[in-house]
């Protein structure tokens, strides 16, 4: 039983007094305690389980929030990387040029077509995103009345200006230029179920 140098003992080796003082039977101090495998294992595993469901928490709160429409109340919908979910729909702001029919044949690469706006907050979502860099929208003439690509009239109070057939976002407006000029064009399609 020698002098006591702070190391653990085993069983063995521990005298009664000791061996009491090991239970919680007594506190002075001096008195050494006896480490359990068994004991040391299954702390040692639930601070394991507590540090991995902290890390499972800690992941599920940094992830990206996807909005669910409250049509689909049952499914996770949510949008390709890089395109924007607003609404139940995806908006991709290009970074390539084309004229609009090739803004329109790029967009249906991509299983969208060039942007449909179907209300005014979401208009007002790419006049902010766009800034004052001009895009193509899925917006165009047909005879005196404007169409989207979807065939549905547009009916926003939101004035077109000018005489030509397809129409672009520029600086907080919506303008018509010519088809054949070459710009950044936004494609959109609905949210998908993830």
Avoid at 147 to 169: A, I, K, M
Wanted: aromatic content about 10%; overall charge negative; proline content about 5%.
């Amino acid at each position: 039983m020698g002098g006591h140098n702070g190391s653990f003992t085993s069983g063995a080796e521990a005298g009664p007094g000791e061996a009491m003082a090991e239970l919680g039977g007594g506190s002075s101090p001096g008195k050494r305690f006896r480490s359990h495998p068994v004991g040391t294992a299954v702390l040692i595993l639930l601070l394991l389980v507590l540090v991995l469901a902290l890390g499972a928490a800690l992941a599920v709160l940094a992830a990206p929030q996807i909005p669910v429409t409250p049509a689909t109340p049952l499914l996770v919908l949510g949008c390709p990387f890089d395109w924007v979910g607003y609404r139940g729909f995806c908006f991709y702001l290009s970074r390539d040029y084309g004229t609009w029919e090739q803004a329109q044949e790029r967009c249906s690469e991509l299983n969208a077509s060039l942007a449909i706006v179907k209300d005014e907050d979401s208009m007002g979502l790419l006049f902010r995103l766009c800034g004052n860099v001009n895009f193509w929208l899925g917006l165009h003439r047909q005879g005196e009345h404007l169409q989207w690509v979807d065939n549905s009239s547009y009916s926003f109070r939101d004035r077109v200006h000018g005489d030509s057939e397809c129409v672009y976002l520029a600086d907080r407006r919506l303008m018509t230029g010519n088809c054949a000029n070459e710009q950044l064009y936004i494609c959109s399609k609905a949210q998908a179920p993830l």
